[in-house]
């Protein structure tokens, strides 16, 4: 089958499995280039298939010859549908891993739900005894809370009052401004539940009560600060809410891990092209601009060139971990370079249809859009019937 990106809105219904595939390659190979980290031996990745958390399983595996088990929520492939990109991404991790001789199984479902969880625990006590970093990377619009069965929706929107801004279509390039009204008390409280840290700490008490944990462990969450202009929709929105929940119980759950000497940090990440950040309006503008001015910097920054420099630079010195006034780690630092918001903000008024093409990054917004779903991914012969994937190794 020949395999072209199909776009609905701002999601793209196809994934190409070599590209995928090509993808992880690139991303081995970029860890391996960094030479080994003093880092995880047994690690448990929570939202491992795609983005940040793909490259946390990645950077440990290659970075230090960590036995990996990933937790993800990916579509195999159907009669006439690609899969999605995180189960190609994942199949071809596990190929490569275990041809590298490194254990590397998964689990498919919601990692919110118990039966997920009690799959998880199943699988570390005959396989690894226990671990020593537990990543906890999901992304997600919603969450059935496994107590009460209710089904929460998160939601994108400012407190308090309308906030309107320029946004960006990326697929035409159209800038125009985008009114988005406040939140209810209600949007607060769903953000919170799917996107704050609640589900995170059951993790680590299911793992914790089974004695799982090795004495030392380590667990990171990921976060995101930004800058004044995206925070009435971001830091200072519902999101925003949630994400002050996790970072908050980065120290409940690290005050339950005293006795194992454990830690728990949130590690704030760079804006990039996700999935999850394409849908979240007035983002994308602001990342094609701010992508113009650090490649122009030389410090433009992927998932995987992120998370290698959180492991060989913030966790796994040797040192303690450097934290910032409210203890999270801060890998977001050239984003937030006052240089680099100085640019970025005078670039934003300038920013019309007309100028964006000069004087942003579209062209790499989108080439970064599409290659999270394999497509224009170098040395990836796209007129070629595609490799058809049909397992994922080390699925359980
Ligand atoms: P992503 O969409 O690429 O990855 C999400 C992962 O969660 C995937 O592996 C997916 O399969 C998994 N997942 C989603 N719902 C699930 C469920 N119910 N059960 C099991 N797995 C599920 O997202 P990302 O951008 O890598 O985001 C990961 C974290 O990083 C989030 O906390 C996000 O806020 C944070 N972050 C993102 C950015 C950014 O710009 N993208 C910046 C800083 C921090
Ligand atoms: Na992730």
Sequence with gaps: MIIEPRMRGFICLTAHPDGCA??????????????????????????????FGL???????????????????????SEGKTASPGWYNSAAFEKEAHAAGLYAKSINGDAFSKEIKAKTI?????????????????????????????????????????????????HTGNVSEVSIEPA????????????????????????????????????????YI????????????????AKDDLEATAF???????????????????ALVTQASSA?????????????????????????????????DRLFTGNPVPVDEKG???????????????????LWEQATTETLPAIGDLAGYRSDFLSLFGFEIDKVDYQKEANEVVAIEGLV
Aim: proline content about 4%; overall charge neutral; hydrophobic content about 40%.
């Design 22 to 51: 090509q993808n992880v390659k690139n991303q081995i190979e970029y860890v391996k280039s960094k030479g080994a980290i003093n880092g995880p031996k047994k690690v448990l990745v929570i939202g491992a298939s795609t983005g």
């Design 55 to 77: 490259a946390s399983r990645i950077a440990a595996a290659y970075g230090s010859d960590a036995a990996t088990i990933g937790v993800f929520f990916e579509k195999a492939p």
């Design 122 to 170: 199943e699988l570390i006590k005959a396989d690894l005894g226990q671990v020593d970093l537990v990543i906890y990377s999901l992304a997600s619009p919603v969450r059935k809370h496994p107590d009460t069965e209710v089904l929460h929706r998160s939601t994108l929107k400012p407190i308090g009052e309308t906030y309107t801004n320029k946004t960006v279509d990326f």
């Design 184 to 223: 209810t008390e209600e949007d607060i409280a769903n953000t919170v539940a799917v996107m704050g840290g609640e589900d995170w700490a059951m993790w680590i008490d299911a793992l914790k009560a089974e004695n799982l944990l090795a004495e030392g462990a380590t667990t990171v969450a990921y976060s």
């Design 226 to 241: 930004g800058p004044a202009l995206t925070e009435p929709v971001y830091r200072k929105g519902t999101i925003g809410r």
């Design 252 to 270: 409940t759950i690290g005050d339950k891990l005293k006795d194992i000497n454990g830690k728990a940090y949130v590690s704030v990440n760079k």
């Design 280 to 312: 979240i309006p007035v983002i994308p503008l602001y990342i094609s601009l701010l992508y113009k001015v650090m490649k122009a910097e030389g410090i433009h920054e992927g998932t995987i060139e992120q998370i290698q420099r959180l492991y060989a």
């Design 328 to 346: 999270r780690i801060r890998i977001d630092d050239w984003e937030m370079r006052e240089d680099v918001q100085a640019k970025v903000a005078e």
